[in-house]
């Protein structure tokens, strides 16, 4: 490694680090949950995430960025090199609704213990800001850089990506660009992506008055709250996890049931507990339904009896990305119906036409209908590609750990792009502190000396891309 780039970036990274976190701090104390329905000419996300988006590119300008936007849809930061040719970052400032089971106010970024405790720590205002000052830095090294460099600003990754789309409609690619937004060491294939929901034949005198699960289809729900119109001396203590469950008596004749499960990202089911399954299994364990909703229930158990599709029929994998995995993340009682979404990751062995017919074959058999919410196929870019190369090769000096590309269940800005890939920092097999929690989950935190390492490695990596034929 060159000594003395590497020691100039350390003395960068330390110099600057209180400064990060305050910076991430200021991030996240904006509730930038993207709402197209409250969408305004400017802020067509509604105006948390334009205050949100205004921050962030607030926190550029005094980078020393020249900072502006694509009507809201996504921020620039641009810092011009003697090319018009890009090296590009990009990183999303909306983030997953807060959801039950927070210990803190979920906007108000806490320090504790080395880590970092908020809504968006770690997905993904926490590396924005990361990418933010690992580009600043060419300010310090160059007095113009080779490739321009250009940090965008995402506003709608959690909800539908179109943030992205509207800026390359009227955008050209840049000749490379990475996201921080998933794990190291690097990730250059993506599974299809296919969302939907079954919902029930009209259900007559029905005993299921409401329904709740996630706040988001990719989430997987830490708690679902169902009320049921049966009194609750008519309900039978839970057999089967007795612990995660509590029966509350509402009113004459109606009961609360409350289950407790563990959250996570709909693509990393392992280790989760669906609390929507939960509900779903005392109420057809103690018979508590009205015979109208149990075809239906009898679906939703198809669902939620595995993460690999394997009862709904479409269980699969492949050598390149993996096993496919399924999560029912929300629920709902509406207009006489259940409605239960499902949010699929899936690898290059199968196709949307296949799930889809596998899932309306089987919704049929149950009176239900299925409606397709959204489908992406899989998406990869070649390991060899000079820049992948220079990214696994930073990480590896680094870190010192083993440097090879990987595929993933979520789905990135990445997929948009003609030449990107995921880095980092988030850490699947990271222990988390007991009070602490997974993105898209209560109490979502950040390890805050690897936050620190993922800046010295994009630092070196935006020097180093500058060197990169491209």
Known sequence: MDITLESQVDAYVDEVWEDVVADIARLVEHPSVADASAGTPGSPFGAPVRDALDCALDIAAKLGYEVSDDEGYVGIADIPGASDTQVATIAH??????????????????????WLLGRGVIDDKGPAVLALYA???LKRLYDVPRYTFRALLGCDE??????????LDGHDDPAFLFTPDAEFPLGNAEKGQFGATFASAPIEAGRILSWSG????????????????????????PVANADRLTLEAVEAGRTRIVAHGIGGHASLPEGTINAIGLVLAYLREADLVAESEKPFLDLMAIIH???AGESLGIACESPAFGPLTLNGGTVEVADGRIRQTIDVRFPDSTTEETLERTCREV???FGAQLTVDH?????????????????????????????????MGGGTYARNFARAVSFGPEDNDLELPAWGGPMHGPNECANEALLKEALKIYTLSVVRLMDVEL
């Open 93 to 114: 400032v909306d983030v997953v609704p807060a959801g039950p089971g927070w210990n803190t106010d979920p906007f108000t970024c806490v320090r504790r213990d080395g």
């Open 135 to 137: 580009g600043a830095f």
């Open 158 to 167: 959690e909800t539908g990506m179109t943030d992205v789309h509207h800026y």
């Open 214 to 237: 996630a706040e988001a289809t990719n989430a997987i729900p830490a708690e679902s709250i169902c009320e049921i119109a049966v009194d609750i001396a008519d309900c039978p203590a």
């Open 305 to 307: 009896a595995d993460t």
């Open 363 to 365: 919704a049929e058999r």
């Open 375 to 407: 489908d992406k196929v899989p998406f990869s870019i070649s390991a060899d590609h000079p820049a992948v190369q220079t990214l696994l090769s930073t990480y590896h000096e680094v870190t010192g750990k083993p440097a090879y590309p990987i595929s």
